[in-house]
């Protein structure tokens, strides 16, 4: 298959899942607000978000028992974790991750997800520019 329909599909699912778990559940599927019902000690196992973060970090695993992306790490593990930290930090600060302001939010046609996004994106932009371009270094 080719990466557009690949992409279509993927795409396709997301939004089944999401609109799924939000007609299921009553709760918008943002990955920081399902990781923050999890910090719950009462409720780790028999919560929904446990069930869906599963499904999150299984699927590739099963994905590539069928096709074999091929993926190639150019950053170095320090990196990756600085970008983590600062993606963490980024969620905390805008009340939200991507997953919760870019899927659910924009499809609800919140304002405020929608500057979210576009501030993640913009951020996002600049920081690849910045590093790449003006500090000349690939991480």
Sequence with gaps: MTSIILALIGGALIGFAVVG???VHGRIAGVS???AQLLKPKTFFSSSAFWFLLGLILTPFIYQIFVQPEIIMTSSPLALIIAGLLVG???RLGSGCTSGHGICGMSRLSIRSVIATMTFMFAGFIT?????HLAGAVL
């Design 21 to 23: 778990y939000l007609y």
């Design 33 to 35: 607000g399902l990781i």
């Design 89 to 91: 930090f980024g969620t």
């Design 128 to 132: 690849v520019y910045v590093i790449r």
